[in-house]
């Protein structure tokens, strides 16, 4: 599939992705208020929300929020949980930009979804001179059932065309990746935090969290399906729970200039 055909799988079950997606490490939020400063009551925009995983502790700071959802779906669970935020159902790629509006643009594993060719320049855009573009990525790496995850490797190679992982990456060898920020002229030098946590899952919660995956959405039912018994399998013969091992990565930066209208 598509990236564009991958990025519109997640509000086919916007229930389960409410239910299973986890949320974000309280410090993350404490440090996107450091790299903010003095302002008082921050204007959000907020690009990829799902169901509002990382927009809820914006709000319980007090912070406005915007927030930008592709998915019909993700954004009605979002509003309803979140009615004072302000849900707008776009694609960013193309939506209508209000310039120089906000103080922080955040994107909580969801950048990777927006078109790399425009996607610095209109978060640019829509930033105040000296606001803050934060990008949160979030990783599986080594810890928590390691030798169940080893295992799972080969359930993946039996039923999906995906490569060998040959190990997890440990936290600490996620990359800081400034790449595209400094190509694109707009910002200052990038900062990054990494979080690292532990999240433990039953069988059917694991199966139930793979299944909010694009990648898992997209195989065919046979795959899938044989793909999760396997899965399964592994997980009871262990006692029936894991614990995956999560860093969440904030990738920060400070916009430079005043919105030139670009990437229209």
């Avoid at 409410?18 to 208020?33: F, I, K, S």
């Avoid at 929300?49 to 915007?66: F, H, K, L």
Wanted: with cysteine; hydrophobic share 40%.
């Amino acid at each position: 599939m598509s990236r564009e055909q991958l990025r519109r799988t997640f509000g086919e079950d916007a229930e389960l992705y409410d239910r299973v997606r986890p949320t974000y490490p309280a410090e993350l939020y404490d440090d996107l208020a450091a790299l903010l400063g003095e302002v008082t009551r921050p204007r959000v925009l907020e690009i990829g929300p799902g169901t509002g995983q990382a927009t809820a502790p914006m709000v319980a700071r007090g912070w406005s929020v915007t927030a930008v959802e592709l998915s019909p779906d993700l954004a009605r669970v979002a509003q309803r949980k979140l009615p004072e935020v302000e849900v707008i159902v776009a694609d960013f790629d193309t939506w209508d930009l209000p310039v120089g509006t906000f103080d922080l643009v955040v994107s909580a594993t969801a950048f990777h979804w927006l078109d790399p060719a425009t996607r610095m320049a209109r978060c640019a855009e829509v930033l105040r001179p000296g606001g803050v573009l934060a990008v949160v990525s979030t990783h599986h790496v080594a810890g928590g059932s390691e030798q169940f995850f080893v295992d799972a490797d080969e359930c993946y190679q039996r039923f999906t065309d995906d490569p060998a992982k040959g190990g997890l990456p440990a936290a600490h060898d996620v990359p800081d990746d400034s790449e595209e920020f400094d190509r694109s002229g707009r910002f200052g030098p990038a900062e990054f935090r990494r979080y690292v946590w532990e999240a433990d899952y039953s069988t059917a919660e694991y199966l139930a969290l793979l299944s909010s995956y694009s990648g898992h959405r997209a195989l065919t039912a046979e795959r899938r399906d044989g793909l999760y018994g396997c899965i399964g399998t592994l997980i009871d013969a262990i006692g029936g729970s894991i614990t995956k091992r999560y860093v969440t990565q904030l990738s920060a930066v400070i916009s430079l200039t005043n919105p030139l209208r670009c990437g229209r």
